[in-house]
């Protein structure tokens, strides 16, 4: 079959790389692509904003399978257009990406299906947002609602940091993505990530994976997306990475399945590996930049 890749970075260069080398691969496009995507695929010009567009590719093409690798199409519904267009794709519908677009939307979930997660409270004002602050106390933790390109997120080690975090966002600095907030509990332990494939129903475990936050060797300098990772991550033990399958993967899944929301696709869990058991920082809609290399 021919097949659709939509993004440009790092992630996409190792799928890019994996996908060419299944038997079903007949020809790969990449949309845009980059040099290193080049060496496996036909780059081209697409806008992923454009639904009408990637369909009439789709269909000039013959392309029998879209796989998306970034969260911003998926969180704008570009897999619900291509679905309804009679088309495949890897990747959750709009409904289902809001694990990822919206903070706010997946705690009310963990809390609707009894989800280990930090205690929370969502804000859509000032006066709100520091009411909670004085809730839960200095270490605290402030989100944007929705995507911020990873720099939406506060971990405040003192009520001025926080307070000041609460200003910037209902002053407007991450625009729509701040209109909303989330006042969440510090969770102190080792973080972790894990990766699941699921169909809506059936959930397979995939791999653990660990990056490396700071942009500095050893581990200094200011917080980045992952300078690089590695793979298994060996604090998930299998006893750990099994709790997170039934105690935070299967309900999610299945509560998504049963409010008509059926998630496919890639589902990435932020872990913290707390006292009390692993404890969800936040899900991802796709797989992660960099460790989908190390993954593959
Ligand atoms: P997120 O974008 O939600 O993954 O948050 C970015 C980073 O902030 C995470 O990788 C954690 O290191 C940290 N973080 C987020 N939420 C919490 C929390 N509740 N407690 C402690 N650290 C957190
Ligand atoms: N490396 C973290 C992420 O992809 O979100």
Same mark, same amino acid.
């Given at each position: 079959?021919?097949?659709?890749?939509?993004?440009?970075?790092?992630?996409?260069?190792?799928?890019?790389?994996?996908?060419?080398?299944?038997?079903?691969? $007949?020809?790969?496009?990449?949309?845009?692509?980059?040099?290193?995507?080049?060496?496996?695929?036909?780059?081209?010009?697409?806008?992923?904003?454009?639904?009408?567009?990637?369909?009439?590719?789709? @269909?000039?093409?013959?392309?029998?399978?879209?796989?998306?690798? #970034?969260?911003?199409?998926?969180?704008?519904?570009?897999?619900?257009?291509? /679905?309804?267009?009679?088309?495949?794709?890897?990747?959750?519908?709009?409904?289902?990406?809001?694990?990822?677009?919206?903070?706010?939307?997946?705690? $009310?979930?963990?809390?609707?299906?009894?989800?280990?997660?930090?205690?929370?409270?969502?804000?859509?004002?000032?006066?709100?947002? *520091?009411?909670?602050?004085?809730?839960?106390?200095? #270490?605290?933790?402030?989100?944007?609602?929705?995507?911020?390109?990873?720099?939406?997120?506060?971990?405040?080690?003192?009520?001025?940091?926080?307070?000041?975090?609460?200003?910037?966002?209902?002053?407007? /600095?991450?625009?729509?993505?701040?209109? @909303?907030?989330?006042? @969440?509990?510090?969770?102190?332990?080792?973080?972790?990530?894990?990766?699941?494939?699921?169909?809506?129903?059936?959930?397979?475990?995939?791999?653990?994976?660990?990056?490396?936050?700071? *942009?500095?060797?050893?581990?200094?300098?200011?917080?980045?997306?992952?300078?690089?990772?590695?793979?298994?991550?060996?604090?998930?033990?299998?006893?750990?990475?099994?709790?997170?399958?039934?105690?935070?993967?299967?309900?999610?899944?299945?509560?998504?399945?049963?409010?008509?929301?059926?998630?496919?696709?890639?589902?990435?869990?932020?872990?913290?590996?707390?006292? @009390?058991?692993?404890?969800?920082?936040?899900?991802?809609?796709?797989?992660?930049?960099?460790?989908?290399?190390?993954?593959?």
């Amino acid at each position: 079959m021919n097949i659709l890749l939509l993004g440009s970075g790092g992630r996409e260069h190792a799928l890019a790389w994996k996908l060419t080398q299944s038997p079903l691969c $007949d020809t790969l496009w990449a949309a845009p692509g980059n040099p290193g995507i080049a060496e496996h695929a036909t780059c081209i010009a697409l806008d992923p904003s454009d639904h009408a567009a990637v369909i009439a590719f789709c @269909e000039e093409k013959s392309i029998g399978l879209i796989v998306i690798g #970034p969260e911003a199409p998926l969180v704008d519904g570009l897999a619900d257009s291509l /679905r309804a267009g009679g088309f495949s794709v890897f990747g959750p519908s709009k409904a289902a990406a809001q694990l990822e677009g919206s903070k706010g939307f997946t705690k $009310d979930l963990c809390a609707r299906a009894n989800i280990p997660t930090g205690g929370y409270v969502r804000v859509a004002d000032e006066a709100d947002a *520091m009411a909670a602050l004085e809730k839960f106390g200095a #270490p605290v933790v402030i989100k944007t609602d929705g995507l911020a390109a990873g720099k939406g997120v506060t971990v405040a080690m003192t009520m001025a940091e926080a307070q000041d975090a609460v200003r910037d966002i209902f002053a407007g /600095r991450f625009g729509n993505a701040g209109a @909303e907030a989330v006042i @969440e509990e510090f969770l102190e332990g080792e973080e972790a990530s894990f990766f699941a494939l699921t169909d809506g129903s059936t959930i397979v475990p995939f791999a653990s994976a660990q990056d490396h936050k700071r *942009m500095g060797d050893g581990d200094t300098g200011p917080n980045t997306g992952g300078m690089g990772a590695y793979s298994p991550a060996p604090v998930l033990t299998p006893e750990l990475a099994g709790e997170a399958m039934t105690r935070i993967i299967a309900p999610t899944v299945k509560t998504l399945a049963d409010e008509g929301m059926p998630y496919s696709g890639v589902l990435f869990l932020g872990l913290m590996l707390t006292r @009390e058991g692993p404890k969800l920082i936040e899900y991802n809609c796709r797989f992660g930049d960099p460790e989908c290399q190390v993954m593959l």
